[in-house]
């Protein structure tokens, strides 16, 4: 489920729910008391459908899980707050002796290094060196731009992708969790190699060259520059399709049916936070399979390689995948990226005070008291926030 379909669901269940029937009654007496005092046309903004306004606070990878924020009326302008600066926590698997065009399991492998040095010990090691301040260059599918193309728009179009700046992040907390030896797990490298005619722009962009011993994949014979133009074409072809249809914003239709999976939403939110309105923001990632395809299969022998789960607490706008393949190449290989999972966004934490999205599934006798409960907590947890984030901008003003 995207961002979007989320997003547009939960202001469905919400706008219909017995606990915001107070605050639609409210509105729509507002309306009434509008006319009644103005008279003529109402503004736009009171035209249409009585709902419930809402907003996320960032969202996830494409085939990641856990927390995503969500705000509600008025709370939907601490969204900002929650998404730009706030500590992120994750847990990720990554998985040794290779390397993809995006830094994870869902993209095409582009080169492999031997992992037989490659030790738990080693990668303990090797974790000093990438905590508290770091410098780090996101992958190539972030949202990021130069002269207003995302820089996987430049390999599609057949040109070299422009050199990434590395930024400044910082790594409160980053341990090793879990260590498995290779045939003992069931992480799998992709099985699609990266096409030939953009083979040559990511082995630049991803410093083979620098990190030496990396054996180059030969490569697919599909043409992925016609392909991409071909797709682009279908894509123009299908937002006329919905504007005709009055559904340009891509919300979803309603009889859509349920797939039960996480949002599939970037793990790093360059945009602010925004109000869900049916229209995802997009991280310029690919449409990606369903995680389960990344894993072995009975026809499939289990990787060699070994695969650690690594824990962090990380600031805002850091990249987990960056940081799985900054690893690899620290311990003498290549990584990637097989999940993630974020654990904790500000205040907000798997297992403590985040609302399992199953429970939005069942009746509202179910989610609806979770959701006061929460709701009710949010002004003492907000001021508390807000205390922790000027403490911390004054410790930092005090060690520079």
């Known amino acids: 489920m995207s961002s979007a379909a989320l997003g547009n669901e939960m202001k469905r269940k919400l706008t219909e729910s017995s606990l915001f029937k107070p605050a639609i009654e409210s509105m729509a007496q507002d309306r009434r008391e509008y006319k009644r005092r103005v008279g003529g046309s109402t503004p736009k903004s009171m035209r249409g459908k009585i709902q419930i306004k809402i907003g996320h606070g960032g969202t996830l990878d494409p085939g990641a899980e856990g927390v995503v924020s969500f705000g509600v009326g008025n709370g939907t302008k601490a969204l900002g707050f929650l998404q730009n600066g706030a500590e992120k926590g994750y847990e990720a698997v990554m998985l040794f002796g290779a390397a993809t065009d995006s830094f994870d399991s869902y993209g095409k492998v582009v080169g492999k290094k031997a992992w037989a040095d490659v030790t738990k010990e080693k990668l303990e090691a090797s974790l000093k060196q990438f905590r508290g301040k770091v410098m780090q260059r996101p992958s190539v599918y972030s949202a990021l731009k130069r002269g207003g193309l995302k820089m996987y728009e430049y390999a599609r179009l057949g040109k070299d992708i422009p050199e990434l700046e590395k ?76 504007r005709a249809n009055g559904n340009a914003r891509g919300e979803p239709e309603a009889k859509q049916s349920k797939t039960g999976e996480h949002p ?16 995802e923001v997009k991280s310029g990632k690919p449409q990606f399979e369903p995680r389960e395809t990344q894993t072995s299969s009975s026809n499939r022998p289990r990787c060699p390689a070994p695969a650690a789960r ?91």
């Open 167 to 242: 930024r400044e992040m910082f790594v409160k907390q980053l341990e090793v969790v879990e260590w498995m030896d290779g045939g003992s797990h069931d992480y799998q490298w992709p099985e699609t190699e990266i096409e030939n005619d953009r083979k040559d722009a990511f082995v630049k962009v991803l410093r083979f060259d620098e990190i030496g011993d990396v054996e180059v994949v030969k490569g697919s014979d599909v043409e992925a520059l016609k392909e991409d133009v071909k797709e682009e074409g279908k894509s123009r072809k299908r937002k006329r399709q919905e």
């Open 264 to 279: 599939a939403l970037p793990e790093q939110a360059e945009s602010t936070a925004e109000q869900v309105e049916g229209e």
């Open 310 to 400: 690594i824990r962090m607490v990380v600031s805002s706008g850091f990249y987990v995948r960056s940081l799985c393949h900054d690893l690899g190449v620290a311990v003498g290989s290549l990584a990637l990226m097989s999940t993630l999972t974020r654990t904790k966004q500000a205040c907000f934490e798997l297992g403590t005070n985040v609302i399992p999205y199953e429970e939005f599934e069942k009746d509202e006798e179910v989610w609806g008291p979770q959701v006061a409960k929460e709701l009710n907590a949010w002004d003492d947890r907000f001021a508390e926030l807000q205390k922790e984030r000027g403490a911390n901008g004054e410790a930092e003003q005090s060690e520079s």
